[in-house]
């Protein structure tokens, strides 16, 4: 079953829901987001109804708007207990905590930012909401005299951002300091099945532009990245899975890898893959795989005759994030038929109302190895040869 909410709704995963007549809760009013569609709707009171006696349903959402939803209806699951363990980044790091002994980290309040004293906290350090999305509220301070401008920069990011998600998804009162966790940054697909097994669906490269950097600006995968994480990624997710006792789970998680293969944990985001529908679509355009009917068929992928002939390939889900310095509402147009002219073989653009959020869209790409000097233009633009201003 899946429950769907905005901000958006993908063609891909509607023409998966409306082929497999899955059953699907529309949730609040999300109607329009679904017209045209023939899909197997079903009521509230009729889910609810399914799921009574079920501990651990197999239950997918395309937005974690719908937390509060599944909070507020399905209590006689474990769902609320999960998604609180895994949304709040403070208990989800008390339930590893004896696995990386001496890793720091603290809650601290919005309100106590100008008065905590940080000079005990190890250098860099991350500060973001508890409870987030998106890298919205995410910063990097790297030296102590930083953290006055970091406070009033977050302060000023909040009152942009405070308001587009609901406070299950982003609530911008409770924040977690933790040390930087050292290695390159992997975000991965995967659900644990009706056994409590970690299926793995894709494993992304999170790329940045600096050490300072925290955007969601480029991922990319290949038959590279997956071979060489897959193993460890998925011993780690056992492990995870094991602790907090995860059965018909699907999740996106982010982790990451140092130079010994050690997997540290980032977050684990429950009950759904990228957001915006973004990485399920990513792995369709790079391995014509689909993600959802992988969860709901319970499903293991072939790697082996799945990655055959990707050698030289990079496929890449890029962010359009609005780093330009310009709100969305003083921005008149942007060009996305420059954009595309960056890239030899883009699979897909899909805009959004960068009035309403900060961004202007998504692209799906396929890049030849040789040629990633492509992605690392887009990696370091703050896209301002792109926009017009009125």
């Known amino acids: 079953m899946i429950i769907l909410d905005k901000p958006y709704i993908s063609d891909f995963l509607l023409r998966t829901l409306e082929k497999n007549k899955t059953q699907v809760i529309l949730n609040r009013d999300v109607a329009e987001l679904t017209k045209g569609w023939d899909l197997n709707v079903i009521s509230k009171d009729a889910a609810i109804q399914q799921f009574t006696g079920m501990s651990t349903p197999l239950l997918y959402t395309n937005s974690e708007n719908s937390i509060s939803w599944i909070e507020n209806n399905l209590q006689q699951t474990d769902l609320p207990v999960k998604l609180k363990l895994f949304k709040n980044k403070v208990l989800f790091r008390d339930l590893l905590k004896d696995l990386y002994p001496g890793y720091f980290y603290k809650g601290v309040s919005l309100d106590s930012l100008e008065n905590i004293d940080i000079t005990s906290f190890p250098l860099p350090f991350i ?16 030296t102590f005299s930083e953290w006055e401008e970091t406070v009033d920069a ?35 697909d995967c659900y644990f099945n009706a056994a409590g097994k970690p299926v793995v669906l894709n494993i992304m490269k999170h790329i940045f532009s600096s050490g300072k950097d925290v955007n969601d600006r480029v991922y990319i995968t290949s038959k590279e990245i997956i071979e060489n994480h897959i193993s460890p990624i998925t011993t ?36 759904r893959f990228g957001g915006w529908c973004s990485t399920p679509d990513l792995a369709f355009h790079a391995f014509g795989i689909n993600l959802y009917e992988y969860l709901f068929g319970q499903k293991t992928p072939d790697w082996a005759s799945i990655l055959q002939g990707k050698e030289e390939l990079i496929y ?72 017009s201003v009125g």
Do not use: W
Not at 128 to 142: D, H, I, Q, R, T
């Open 127 to 142: 500060i973001k909401p508890a409870v987030g999305f998106f890298s919205l509220g995410v910063f990097k301070v790297e």
């Open 236 to 271: 780690f997710l056992s492990e995870i899975g094991k602790r907090a006792e995860l059965k018909n789970f699907p999740a996106h998680v982010e982790v990451r890898i140092d130079e010994k293969g050690t997997v540290a944990p980032i977050e684990v985001n429950p009950l």
């Open 154 to 188: 977050i302060k000023k990011e909040i009152g942009l951002i405070k308001n587009l998600y609901p406070p299950e998804v982003l609530h911008t009162g409770e924040f977690i300091i933790e040390e930087c966790i050292i290695g390159e940054e992997f975000a991965i």
């Open 316 to 387: 890449s889900n890029i962010v359009l994030n609005n780093s330009t310095g310009t709100e969305g509402k003083h921005i008149v147009s942007f060009d996305y038929e420059k954009l595309l002219a960056g890239f030899e073989n883009p699979l897909e653009l899909r805009k959004t109302d960068f009035r309403k959020f900060p961004l202007f869209g998504f692209l799906f790409c396929e890049t030849r190895k040789q040629n990633m000097k492509e992605l690392d233009h887009i990696l370091i633009s703050d896209l301002t040869d792109y926009i």
